[in-house]
T-cell receptor, first 115, second 114 residues
């Protein structure tokens, strides 16, 4: 596609429910990142996928968070048993991933509100 | 570990005034540096990037940034701000050896008065 696409754009869920957030990266981009943006907190790295390599999950805040990337393209971030502190904007980005100087292209984000 | 500091949470300028947003980084080698802009409700858009060579880099929308190794800084500048520049600005340091994950600062919110 022309850019990174995320869905839904907004999600309101009840505390304790599970949610799935979707990211469609730019076609041909091998690297995919998930970040979380909380109010006034900047961007917090969550997880990184590169091609067929094992993902870097070092940024996931708890075992309630998981992500997968099917066929090296679409990625889904799953949050189980959501808590109010999970409320944030979740941003996905992709890059060519072929060198250290490649820029990341961001989607518009999914705004998650846990009530 | 690499880190990025944006010391100003908010900056307020008048339309037409000059702008400088500060960014300091901590990095063990030659850094790859980026500035992104995020308009309300939007994702992040790359303004400019520095990898090597000329330390003054030009970006889109009339922005420029200067890499100063001695000060570990990569400040963003614009000579004359427009009301449409009101947004959140993020400085980032790119992947380092062994890690392909960019690190972002907390952001600076730019407010433009008419």
């Amino acid at each position: 596609g022309a850019g990174v696409s995320q869905s839904p754009s907004n999600k309101v869920t009840e505390k304790g429910k599970d949610v799935e957030l979707r990211c469609d990266p730019i076609s041909g981009h091998t690297a995919l990142y998930w970040y979380r943006q909380s109010l006034g907190q900047g961007l917090e790295f969550l997880i990184y996928f590169q091609g067929n390599s094992a993902p870097d999950k070092s940024g996931l805040p708890s075992d309630r968070f998981s992500a997968e990337r099917t066929g090296g393209s679409v990625s889904t971030l799953t949050i189980q048993r959501t808590q109010q502190e999970d409320s944030a904007v979740y941003l996905c980005a992709s890059s060519r991933g072929t060198g250290l100087d490649t820029e990341a292209f961001f989607g518009q984000g999914t705004r998650l509100t846990v009530v | 570990a690499q880190s990025v500091t944006q010391p100003d949470i908010h900056i307020t300028v008048s339309e037409g005034a000059s702008l400088e947003l500060r960014c300091n980084y901590s990095y063990g080698a030659t850094p790859y540096l980026f500035w992104y802009v995020q308009s309300p409700g939007q994702g992040l858009q790359l303004l400019l990037k520095y990898f090597s060579g000329d330390t003054l880099v030009q970006g889109i929308k009339g922005f420029e940034a200067e890499f100063k190794r001695s000060q570990s800084s990569f400040n963003l500048r614009k000579p004359s701000v427009h009301w449409s520049d009101a947004a959140e600005y993020f400085c980032a340091v790119g992947p380092s050896g062994g890690s392909y994950i960019p690190t972002f600062g907390r952001g600076t919110s730019l407010i433009v008065h008419p």
